[in-house]
């Protein structure tokens, strides 16, 4: 184990159920974001279903919670959060029913606490995404959780919210103030289905609710955003010029995305459409340059050429004491996954985590707005903030590639298992 000598966060620790006094708190700080965006919530199939339950949200920013808090209201819940969420506040986070979990990591303790919530008769809150959606897409969801629900046994609902992503992107978090946003809350398996059904049927059933496409949706509504910086950090997202095919030299200001290569422009639209100024417009609706992007990634990663290599700074989180800089470091992304070095205080460390072991990661575009671009690396009992420190890159290509170098590697673990048949 790396740097033994700090004290990791307890996660063998027991959940607790929401305090009652905080309760009202966590109502007063969510109806009035509710009724601000004038969120309606539509109820499937809920009709006396009473916790426990698993509950199962989409992830497109920090109002999901807010949403959330008041779709299952009066309702207690014990909600899985990130170990950075737990920063400088474990005590609070605690109380109001947060259980900690490391991103992207297989990690047993957490089932056990999960059924703890449900021995207690309160609501287990899931974002199985485990990410902020890059462009207001699904992203892909761990083919754990049909397993999770037999294990639980415990009906599954989803709470699919519409608008978040649009209102404040993660690529420029910026409230927009967009109104009419929706949310539905669905009962997807009964109680019965949970028992009956086969892990990979109910899978599906979940895979098939998690689509959903913000852009699309906007469109759909009509709904218009005059705010002015709207296309401003669009091209952490599309960082691939369509154009002339150059990477990492996208550009965004304003209302405009250009290529600082061939110079060509996009114009984003009030309805979040795209318009090049001049010639034709390889993509109008933003995803669809996203999984153009995811293509080219695929490309590189099935030829086997695929591999990112830089001098990056770390941060290390062991608790929720804070980060630990732990200075320069050498992080390698290629055909096999992740290997991360350097030294800290005189002695070498390092941490590798194989290509078939990690169907996705964590990024961030400039964390905490100071930090930067970086990937967001976990173990059981580490978590590294990893930013890479040459001049022409993209976070995103990163988890493009991580998962399509996941798919791959399944792929061939597939094919090498029917041929020993």
Not at 132 to 137: A, D, E, I, N, R
Not at 220 to 225: A, P, S, V
Not at 360 to 366: K, M, V
Request: include cysteine; proline fraction near 4%.
């Amino acid at each position: 184990m790396e740097f033994a000598h700090f004290k990791r966060f307890d996660m063998q620790r027991k959940p607790v159920r929401q305090w009652h006094i905080l309760r009202p708190i966590t109502w007063l700080l969510s109806y009035p974001a509710v009724w601000a965006h004038r969120v309606k919530i539509t109820k499937v199939g809920m009709q006396g279903l009473k916790p426990p339950y698993l509950l199962l949200c989409n992830h497109n920013s920090f109002i999901d919670f807010k949403v959330t808090t008041v779709a299952i209201f009066p309702h207690r819940a014990n909600y899985l959060v990130a170990i950075d969420g737990f920063i400088r506040r474990e005590w609070l986070m605690r109380k109001v029913g947060c259980i900690c979990k490391r991103k992207f990591t297989n990690d047993t303790t957490i089932i056990r606490h999960m059924k703890k919530v449900v021995d207690h008769g309160d609501v287990v809150v899931l974002y199985p995404e485990a990410r902020y959606s890059l462009c207001g897409t699904n992203a892909v969801l761990p083919e754990s959780l049909g397993k999770l629900v037999k294990l639980l046994k415990i009906p599954v609902v989803t709470l699919i919210m519409h608008g978040h992503h649009v209102n404040s992107p993660f690529w420029n978090i910026k409230n927009r103030k967009v109104k009419n946003l929706e949310a539905v809350l669905t009962q997807l398996v009964s109680q019965e289905e949970v028992e009956t059904l086969d892990h990979k049927e109910i899978n599906e059933r979940i895979n098939t609710a998690f689509k959903y496409n913000d852009f699309a949706w906007q469109r759909e509504k009509n709904i218009r955003i005059d705010y002015p910086d709207r296309a401003k950090g669009l091209h952490k997202v599309l960082y691939q010029c369509p154009s002339c095919k150059t990477e990492y030299h996208m550009h965004s200001e304003g209302t405009k995305l250009w290529c600082g290569s061939c110079k060509k422009e996009w114009e984003m639209s009030e309805y979040g459409e795209l318009k090049a100024v001049n010639g034709i417009t390889e993509f109008s609706h933003i995803p669809d340059w996203y999984e153009w992007e995811r293509e080219q990634v695929r490309k590189e990663v099935e030829s086997g050429t695929y591999r990112f290599e830089s001098e990056v700074t770390v941060d290390f989180l062991p608790n929720s004491k804070g980060f630990v800089h732990l200075g320069q470091g050498r992080l390698i992304h290629d055909m096999e996954g992740f290997f991360l070095e350097g030294d800290y205080e005189g002695k070498p460390y390092s941490l590798s985590i194989s290509a078939k072991s990690l169907y996705s990661c964590h990024i961030e575009y400039n964390y905490l707005g100071k930090h930067g671009d970086c990937v967001d690396l976990n173990t059981l009992t580490e978590t590294y903030y990893i930013y890479p420190q040459c001049e022409y890159f993209s976070v995103t290509k990163i988890a493009l590639a991580t998962e399509e170098l996941y798919k791959l590697k399944q792929k061939s673990i597939r094919k090498a298992g029917s041929r020993s048949e």
